[in-house]
């Protein structure tokens, strides 16, 4: 396929596995103007480097700038788009009108990708922002392949990205005031609680009486009536391709490394090698919601995730691997694991899907049989010659 593959990084660390697993861009969030800022994110001699080093592979940096601004934000704005044009990056991805002004006065060479949070659910917002000199468009998960196809035609020299899998919003394209609510956090500037996924119960109470907590069930599956399904796209993506998408884009920048590893992983070997199977039983490893494609294929009613808040996934994240010698893979590690274990490699090199039993395993130089310090590093013996950069994880 060719098409861009873009992953999310939310620190330096999940950047460097997001490239090394295929991702061909990752998209990034400074510590200010991000709808992630809770993410670590990077500073700003960490976006430096970050576009070196994808540069260096070949690959892209977006960062993303995506809040709805305030007046007290903008002094600051012209300044960040100015160092991030210096920096190099590829682009910025912005929602807001003003912060599109601010990035074009400052940083006239900077392409700019138009947000998902700015709602572009039809052909003429699209060809508005073209005219305004956006690159490209992140269009809204509410599309279906029909209306793609249809804005593609009508604007023909913008670029399409579209969200392919992860955590989808049950409010409007992400616009959402129900963490502002509840939790005076503002969602529309980074701080969302994900209100939407908690288990919701009522109560009657008056002066005469009170009932206590009650169940809430939409129906007999649960509670969970305002936590969507993730999104999962693998099926669809020579469809997406003809609709003109050129960028597959993938959730997360709050996932974990072994989340990225393995959605990356998944979807480097279905756009080479086409879907499978196998690629759909890969996406069940790591923790995910039950899966829809949205309103890809037209209206859909069956979009809500009622069972519970997310389901952990088929494996439990073992390790990281830094490093093979001798015979013995350096690990890091992520999950408890003990001497006469199975474990599972999660590479993009042949390796993948190989198993091996631990038989030794060393701790500054000392052999043990229970590997239980998080982040310490063990010697393993594998079988394999695992590069640094691959993941091991243990089947449940």
């Given at each position: 396929m060719n098409v861009e593959l873009l992953a999310p990084a939310g620190n330096f660390?999940?950047?460097?596995?997001?490239?090394?697993?295929?991702a061909d861009a990752a998209y990034i969030g400074g510590k200010d103007f991000s709808l992630r800022s809770f993410a670590d994110n990077f500073?700003?001699?960490?976006?430096?480097?970050?576009?070196?080093?994808?540069?260096?592979?070949g690959k892209k940096i977006y960062v993303t700038a995506n809040i709805f601004a305030k007046n007290a934000d903008m002094a600051q704005m012209e300044d960040y788009f100015a160092f991030l044009q210096s920096a190099g990056v590829d682009a910025a991805i912005i929602s807001d009108s003003g912060v599109f002004y601010a990035a074009k006065k400052s940083a006239p060479k900077l392409p700019i990708h138009i947000s998902t949070q700015a709602n572009l659910t039809n052909k003429y917002a699209v060809k508005f922002w073209r005219e305004q000199g956006a690159t490209r468009?992140?269009?809204?998960?509410?599309?279906?392949?029909?209306?793609?196809?249809?804005i593609h035609?009508?604007?023909?020299?913008?670029?399409?990205?579209?969200?392919?899998?992860?955590?989808?919003?049950?409010?409007?394209?992400?616009?959402?005031?129900?963490?502002?609510?509840?939790?005076?956090?503002?969602?529309?500037?980074?701080?969302?609680?994900?209100?939407?996924?908690?288990?919701?119960?009522i109560r009657k109470s008056d002066e005469k009486s009170d009932s206590g907590w009650l169940d809430t069930e939409e129906d007999g599956r649960g509670t969970y009536i305002l936590n969507s399904k993730d999104l999962n796209m693998s099926a669809h993506l020579e469809e997406l391709e003809r609709a003109g998408v050129c960028s597959f884009k993938i959730e997360g920048r709050m996932k974990s490394e072994y989340y990225l590893a393995t959605v990356i992983n998944a979807y480097r070997r279905c756009m080479d090698g086409g879907y499978s199977e196998a690629v759909e039983r890969e996406l069940l490893t790591a923790a995910h919601r039950d899966y829809t494609v949205a309103y890809a294929l037209g209206e859909n009613k069956n979009t809500v995730n009622y069972t519970d808040s997310q389901t952990k996934g088929d494996c439990d994240y073992?390790?990281?691997?830094?490093?093979?010698?001798d015979g013995f893979a350096q690990v890091e590690m992520r999950?408890?694991?003990k001497v006469g274990d199975e474990l599972e490699i999660l590479s993009p090199t042949d390796n993948f899907g190989k198993s091996f039993k631990v038989e030794k395993a060393f701790a500054d130089g000392e052999e043990v049989t229970d590997c239980k310090l998080v982040q310490k590093i063990y010697a393993i013996s594998c079988p394999f010659a695992l590069q640094s950069g691959d993941v091991l994880r243990r089947r449940k």
């Open positions: 660390s999940k950047l460097k596995t997001a490239l090394y697993f295929g500073t700003r001699d960490e976006i430096a480097e970050a576009v070196r080093l994808a540069h260096s592979l468009a992140v269009l809204a998960r509410e599309l279906s392949l029909e209306e793609i196809a249809e035609a009508f604007v023909p020299d913008m670029e399409l990205e579209a969200f392919v899998h992860g955590a989808m919003c049950i409010s409007y394209s992400g616009r959402c005031l129900l963490s502002n609510y509840l939790a005076g956090r503002e969602s529309n500037r980074g701080e969302c609680v994900q209100a939407c996924r908690w288990n919701y119960q073992i390790a990281n691997v830094a490093g093979f010698k999950g408890r694991f």
